[in-house]
């Protein structure tokens, strides 16, 4: 489907209102610091922009680690060498975000599940001990779209967080924002019920836009984001895989 991309200065068109666009949000943790956990460049700001964004405008140091240089996408808008490119990409649109730092590593793309989890959370072990996180922020454990990268890099953070003591919250989606994508897309999103919901927040999705549109290898005005901002419209969900002690 083709859906008009927001224009280069990060407007966008008025969001589609959903079902929360009355409910009152709920506040995300106040974490000092967040150790953000992705498997591509581009989840830190098509999934987790917004999310990070407003961490940091609060005052978070937010550090990513990245497994992978999404090398074997299958999208390459300005025929760039993806492997050089897409850290380019990931370093740009971390800096918009105002993450702390970006540690990039060289696992397969597309292969993350091959490997070992205890080998990929050994590195957000370390990460964790170097920068004493508050907790750990990652993509749903179904993978939102459904990738196996996603799922294998949060099944990492999860098995480092039950080592460090840490608390882990996951970006979802909603079934029925799921739903719609996947009917309309034919991509595998995959959403939670309400009742496995545990946060909502409204967010500013300014830099996440800004971010979104560094990616340049791997945005273009047919990409699925630009509809799923349309269906959220500034609403965030998220939920606990390994809640606060106190919860």
Do not use: K
């Not at 999310?51 to 978070?60: L, Q, R």
């Not at 959370?121 to 001990?129: D, E, P, S, T």
């Not at 595998?188 to 830099?207: E, V």
């Amino acid at each position: 489907m083709t859906v008009q991309v927001p224009g280069r200065d990060g407007t966008a068109q008025r969001p589609t209102p959903g079902a929360d666009a009355d409910r009152p949000g709920r506040p995300l943790p106040g974490w000092a610091t967040v150790l953000v956990v992705i498997a591509h460049p581009d989840d830190e700001s098509f999934g987790l922009g917004a999310i990070i964004s407003h961490m940091t405008a609060a005052g978070a140091a937010a550090h990513i680690l990245c497994y992978t240089h999404g090398e074997a996408s299958t999208l390459n808008e300005n025929g760039a060498d993806l492997d050089t490119e897409r850290e380019a990409e990931l370093r740009q649109a971390s800096t918009e975000l105002s993450a702390a730092s970006v540690t990039l590593l060289g696992y397969p793309d597309g292969g993350l599940a091959d490997i070992s989890p205890p080998e990929l959370a050994a590195h957000a072990v370390g990460l964790a001990a170097r920068h004493r996180p508050d907790g750990v922020l990652v993509f749903d454990d179904t993978g939102v779209t459904g990738h196996p990268d996603h799922q294998a890099a949060t099944r990492a953070a999860v098995l480092a967080a039950i080592a460090t003591g840490l608390p882990v919250l996951a970006w979802a989606l909603p079934t029925t924002i799921a739903d719609r994508l996947r009917a309309e897309t034919g991509q595998p999103f995959t959403g939670q019920p309400p009742d496995r919901l545990n946060l909502y927040t409204r967010a500013d999705r300014t830099r996440q836009r800004r971010a979104a549109l560094m990616h340049a290898s791997q945005i273009s005005p047919s990409a699925v984001i630009w509809r799923r901002w349309q269906l959220q419209g500034d609403c965030e969900y998220l939920r606990w895989l390994l809640p606060p002690s106190h919860a």
